[in-house]
């Protein structure tokens, strides 16, 4: 296996062989990602892939799931995909499901045929960024796709037959836009329904533009007890009719919420409550990380 740079995954992959089919990502201007500023982006040739695959079944016995990274590895034509999807089928039929990384540009570009025959040959998962619900915050942080296009987005994934993995991040509106960030985050998940929603809480590197402005004073951060209402107001405001995994569980946040909507909203709206009271129950800062 051959990989470049450091090499990102969703953390329901972690036990994922990682396939990088892109380097790096083909937006990166994103203002609070740092992940891929060292890489200039470009797709990797069809024949890598296919010798990487070849010899990771060499090395491993058995390989129930495959994530193709990097950060957008959707942005390959569907001829491409279908290649490697196809060559991961033959080499490991014990395979469950592929993931991937997908920008709602991405989806967009492709056909509802296009997604659909995603779905057949593999993919079973596109993770996507949708990071806010507010349109204000989008611009602010220079996501490249709009509140509407990053529903109509998830919707296609879900229609494909593809499972959605949404994620946001709590605090990314800083103490200006908290509840337009929260609110509107949480009527975009009623619209978009999508399988999974994963919440991170904002934490920059050195190299994110956002990481500049916070300590240049320029952006204030959230302190625990206002990201926990920030994340009350989101819960409060999402209304699904369809069974959507929700996980706040990452290493970034300050509390975990681990449920399923809308059967245990009212439980995590209590736990959440609960911290408040309790500020004992929160991570400190020290042990939160990326």
Same mark, same amino acid.
């Given at each position: ?31 609070? $990602? ?31 799931? @495959? ?17 490697? %999807? ?8 014990? $395979? ?28 079973? @998962? ?87 402005? @916070? ?39 300050? %509390? ?35």
């Amino acid at each position: 296996m051959r990989y470049e740079g450091s090499v990102y995954r969703p953390p329901s992959e972690a036990y994922s062989l990682i396939v990088q089919v892109t380097i790096g990502c083909a937006h990166n201007k994103c203002t609070f $990602c740092s992940m891929f500023k060292d890489k200039r982006f470009r797709v990797r040739k069809i024949d890598e892939v296919i010798e990487d695959l070849e010899s990771a079944r060499r090395h491993y016995r058995s390989v129930n799931r @495959i994530f193709l990274a990097d950060g957008d590895a959707l942005v390959l034509q569907n001829k491409d995909l279908l290649v490697i %999807l196809d060559h991961i089928k033959k080499l490991f039929p014990e $395979c469950e499901r592929v993931g991937i990384y997908g920008s709602p540009q991405d989806v967009l570009r492709k056909t509802q045929e296009e997604l659909t025959e995603l779905s057949e040959h593999g993919i079973g @998962i596109v993770y996507i960024g949708a990071e806010s619900g507010s349109d204000k915050v989008l611009i602010d942080i220079k996501k490249g796709a709009t509140r509407a296009q990053i529903i109509e987005s998830v919707k296609k994934i879900e229609a494909s037959g593809i499972q959605a993995s949404v994620t946001f991040i709590s605090g990314l509106a800083g103490r200006d836009g908290w509840e337009d960030h929260a609110i509107e985050s949480g009527t975009m998940i009623s619209e978009m329904e999508p399988s999974y929603v994963g919440l991170l809480t904002l934490l920059t590197e050195p190299g994110a533009e956002l990481h500049r402005d @916070i300590i240049e004073g320029r952006f204030n951060t959230l302190n625990p007890i206002e990201v926990l209402k920030e994340t009350e107001l989101m819960l409060e405001n999402i209304n699904v009719t369809k069974t959507c995994v929700f996980r706040s569980n990452h290493a970034s946040n300050y %509390l975990s919420l681990k449920g399923n909507l809308p059967a245990d909203k009212e439980r995590m709206l209590q736990q959440l409550r609960n911290a408040m009271k309790h500020t004992d129950m929160l991570k400190d800062d020290r042990f939160r990380m990326l």
